[in-house]
């Protein structure tokens, strides 16, 4: 199947060279992860997959101190501190609440940031040269938004109405933006926002009772921690949804378009981390951009719905299941 490229950021493909950055032989590592999700996620196992084949072995050379904050969004910040008061050598702390969180435990212990936008957020100060104790991954996962609502609307044939599944931390300003594009292809949109993960079974009975009948689930740590719910409530209402992740729609979703998080965390993360390890000094280190965008299409699923996708769509997918 094809893959569709996208540039790369300036530096993004700058080699290292790890022959001379070895581990120190009998060294044990020891990493702290703050992360939304549980570490048999599939971007954690495929993290951890990376980080062997540089060499960083769980239980022989490596130690991890995990920490999951996605049903506990209140105690990111003091999770964050346990990995400090742990004296990890580094952090690998995933969304804008995991990082903030680490950043304002540390100013010492390197921090492997992956979220949305790493200088937008104001984690960095220079994409090419992080500076401070951070760098990172930026996944452009809003950027996606708007693209991932024109992929839905084509591939629900006659949709008027759908929704969008937000957090309330969204700026107004892309949700405007959204709400605009939708309407110049002659669809309502209605934006249901969420503060926590026990909202959104509500939030999409709400979505389904505005008459609705297609949903955008935004991009979000909580929305991905919550990605099974998510499904399965749309399942019963029988309502095609889109994700951030292509995985999701392997997990059994209808679309899933973006980066993939395994591909992102095995070879971009692992080896971003893999580096700090090594010796490299954080601000020496790019912060980094996925190269490649996957467009999923599950089948089954859309068959399950009683929606018969474009063969158009179907045939620009870069993974089609049946």
Not at 289 to 312: M, R
């Amino acid at each position: 199947m094809r893959r569709r490229e996208f540039i790369a950021l300036a530096g993004a493909s700058v080699t290292w060279p790890f022959a001379a950055l070895a581990q120190q032989p009998g060294r044990t590592y020891r990493i702290g992860c703050l992360q939304p999700v549980p570490r048999d996620a599939p971007g954690l196992l495929a993290f951890f997959d990376g980080l062997r084949s540089f060499g960083f072995i769980e239980g022989q050379n490596l130690t991890v101190d995990y920490r999951d904050y996605g049903a506990h969004l209140d105690l990111t910040p003091k999770f964050a501190t346990d990995l400090v008061n742990a004296r990890v050598d580094a952090i690998q702390a995933a969304g804008d609440p995991a990082i903030d969180a680490a950043q304002q435990a540390t100013t010492t212990i390197p921090i492997l940031g992956f979220t949305d936008d790493m200088a937008g957020s104001g984690f960095v100060t220079s994409i090419a040269r992080p500076n401070g104790n951070i760098t990172g991954v930026s996944i452009l996962a809003t950027e996606l938004d708007g693209k991932r609502q024109e992929i839905l609307i084509e591939a629900v044939p006659g949709v008027s109405r759908m929704a969008a599944l937000a957090t309330n931390t969204m700026p107004p300003a892309k949700l405007n933006a959204l709400k605009e594009a939708a309407r110049a292809r002659n669809v309502e949109l209605s934006i249901h926002q969420i503060g926590s993960g026990e909202e959104i079974e509500a939030a999409i009975d709400m979505a389904y009772a505005s008459g609705a009948t297609a949903l955008n689930v935004l991009s979000s740590p909580i929305l991905y921690f919550g990605r099974r719910l998510i499904m399965g409530r749309v399942a019963e209402i029988r309502m095609p949804a889109i994700y951030q992740w292509p995985e999701q729609a392997e997990e059994g979703g209808f679309i899933g378009y973006g980066p993939s998080v395994t591909q992102i965390s095995r070879e971009i993360s692992a080896r971003l981390l893999a580096k700090v390890l090594r010796g490299t000094k954080v601000a020496d280190i790019p912060v980094e951009q996925p190269t490649k965008f996957e467009l999923v299409i599950n089948l089954k699923t859309a068959n399950e719905l009683g929606i018969t996708v474009p063969a158009t769509l179907v045939a620009r997918a870069d993974k089609v299941i049946e």
